[in-house]
């Protein structure tokens, strides 16, 4: 049993590549459609909130509530941007389009395909996420330069999002079961994780559980960048982090291969 | 590399209480091409996709290419070409990026790809259509395509699920000549198919597989031969067992499956003689082939 789940790992660590190019050519031919797709919910949120919400809201922290959301903003267009790349696109791959399928029938492995999934989805994650940063700065948000620092971060927030939506692909036998996972797990994360308003604001019980969440370890680690502000905790965030990604990431290949090998 | 391409020995699968595969023995020789035939259900794509290593066995052992499958069925793939039983091209893209996009997979670069996309273009006769989108092509364009692609890592052996279910005749006899091109140039082919036509044209030795099991394994001619062994005649119309209780003295061997009567005689004319001069019946007499030996293991026609 256990040599049948070696035989479906990633067999090296370049093959995934071939998988993440084949998903960037598909894109190159849609690519407006896809940028503009992805920018367009983050982008509302960050200006209807960010003023709408700011007048209200004064200062927190000492900063205006736009450039305070900026942060949270440009961490939930990563989660976003990988949870729907993976639960959709990657979705149809595997089914539909049985692109899988032909891709199984070469040297490479399951987990070569999921690896180079969760790439493709972390890629565009940091292109979404880079996007609402540049703007951002462009109306003197943030610094220029911190959107280079916070390029990493918003990188393994799209690896932790394509991780775990990964899983979910791994177990849904149908589109319409994503919705439960964006409803019940996605979108509440957005409120508890201190994308838009700070967790501090929340009882204690919360605040713990957002803790433990993976959008509020993201949040934590691009904010205070794109803030200029001092960052504490990096090596947790970034442990709590890696965590996220790395576990789901091999249970989803466990699930797939039971699902797709059988 | 050994002359034996693909070994299975007692391979067994079931899924719950179906036994799909139960069994199984049989070896393909390097060179040769190896046919699994039997209806629908009867476990030949479980079998294909048993040997890719997409599918482990419940027990026995299996090896391909000299790999162990599945546990290395990797190393094996690697110098597998597959032409699996539904398209899955990538139907945006166009002729000469999926066989790109395909080479990757297999670790080629963009140069090597390259060079070979001219002669397996040529191969699949889609020189013109190099730049088309596949989405374009009609169906026999698109199976000439997968055929190309599964050539891309230049394979010794090719796994075939029914290459050509589904596909006009004109079509059909398009890919038997490709294949036999390829056999002759030395690849080894496992061919899946509930063609008896495409079985007895192109493979060298088959299996006949029922419900997962070995019936009959040989040469098919050798298996006709050995199974009929004389002409038949079909009768369709009239009332199959009144004519079959007449003609069973001149028959070696009569089967009736729905409306049809299968008479399988040694002498033809003494048959013939006997129904001479009765109406309504329509009479046919040919060669026996393999749907004959399948109906003779079995009882029962195969399922179209």
């Known amino acids: 049993m256990r040599e049948g789940y070696a035989a479906v790992m990633p067999a090296n660590a370049y093959n995934w590549v071939a998988v993440w190019r084949r998903n960037f050519l598909a894109w190159r031919k849609v690519a407006l459609a896809s940028v503009l797709g992805n920018l367009a919910d983050p982008m509302t949120n960050l200006f209807g909130l960010g003023f709408g919400l700011g007048i209200i809201v004064g200062l927190i922290d000492g900063t205006s509530y736009i450039a305070f959301l900026a942060g949270g903003m440009v961490a939930t267009s990563a989660m976003t941007a990988a949870t729907f790349e993976t639960m959709y696109a990657a979705f149809a791959r595997m089914r539909a389009q049985r692109t899988w399928e032909a891709i199984l029938c070469t040297q490479l492995t399951l987990g070569d395909i999921v690896l180079g999934e ?8 940091v292109l979404a996420g880079t996007a609402i940063a540049v703007v951002a700065a462009t109306l003197g948000y943030a610094a220029w330069a911190s959107i280079l620092y916070s390029i990493p971060a ?5 690896f932790v999002f394509a991780s775990l939506a990964m899983v979910v692909v791994s177990l849904a036998p149908s589109y319409d079961y994503f919705v439960f996972y964006q409803t019940l797990v996605v979108t509440p994360m957005v409120f508890l994780c201190g994308a838009v308003f700070p967790v501090s604001q929340m009882p204690s019980a919360f605040q713990r ?11 934590d680690l691009i904010r205070p960048v794109m803030l200029g502000l001092p960052a504490g905790g990096i090596g947790l965030h970034i442990g709590a982090l890696c965590m996220y990604a790395v576990l789901p990431f091999f249970l989803s290949i466990a699930l797939f291969r039971r699902r797709l090998m059988r | 590399m050994s002359t034996v391409a693909i070994d299975l020995t007692c391979v067994r699968k079931s899924y719950g209480d179906k036994i799909v595969v139960n069994g199984l023995s049989f070896a393909v020789a390097s060179g040769e091409c190896f046919g699994l035939l039997g209806p629908n259900g ?27 499958v599945p546990a290395r069925a990797r190393l094996a793939r690697a110098r597998i070409g597959v032409v699996p039983q539904f398209d899955n091209l990538e139907l945006e893209f166009t002729v000469r990026e999926n066989l790109l996009v395909f080479g990757r997979y297999f670790n080629m670069s963009a140069r090597e790809v390259e060079a070979v996309v001219p002669e397996l273009l040529e191969f699949a006769r889609l020189e013109s259509k190099a730049d088309a989108r596949v989405a374009e092509l009609s169906g026999g364009m698109k199976r000439r395509l997968t055929l190309a692609r599964a050539l891309i890592n230049d394979p010794h052996l090719l796994v075939m699920d029914e290459p050509t279910t589904g596909l006009d005749p ?11 091109l390829l056999l002759a140039r030395g690849k080894t082919i496992l061919l899946t198919t509930h063609f008896m036509e495409e079985a007895e044209r192109l493979c060298d030795r088959l299996c006949v597989l029922e419900a997962g099991r070995k019936i009959a394994e040989g040469e098919p001619r050798a298996l006709i031969d050995e199974q009929i062994g004389c002409q038949v005649i079909e009768i369709y119309g009239g009332n199959p067992h009144e004519l079959s209780s007449l003609i069973r003295p001149y028959a070696r061997h009569i089967e009736v499956s729905g409306e049809t009567l299968f008479c399988y005689a040694p002498d033809p004319e003494q048959v013939l003689v006997q129904l001479r001069g009765r109406a309504g019946l329509r009479l046919l007499q040919r060669p026996a082939n393999l749907e004959d030996v399948f109906l003779r293991l079995t009882g029962r026609e195969m399922e179209r």
Do not use: C, N, Q
């Open chain 2, 170 to 180: 004109h079509a059909r006899h398009l890919i038997w000549e490709r294949l036999r």
């Open chain 2, 42 to 68: 009867a476990g030949k794509s479980t079998i294909a996709r048993m040997v890719l290593g997409m599918v482990a066995p419940d027990t026995g052992k299996m090896t391909v290419l000299g790999e162990p």
């Open chain 1, 209 to 219: 559980v957002a803790g433990l969440l993976p959008l509020a370890h993201s949040v």
């Open chain 1, 118 to 125: 969760l790439a493709w989805a972390a890629t565009k994650a």
């Open chain 1, 154 to 158: 918003i990188a393994i927030t799209g």
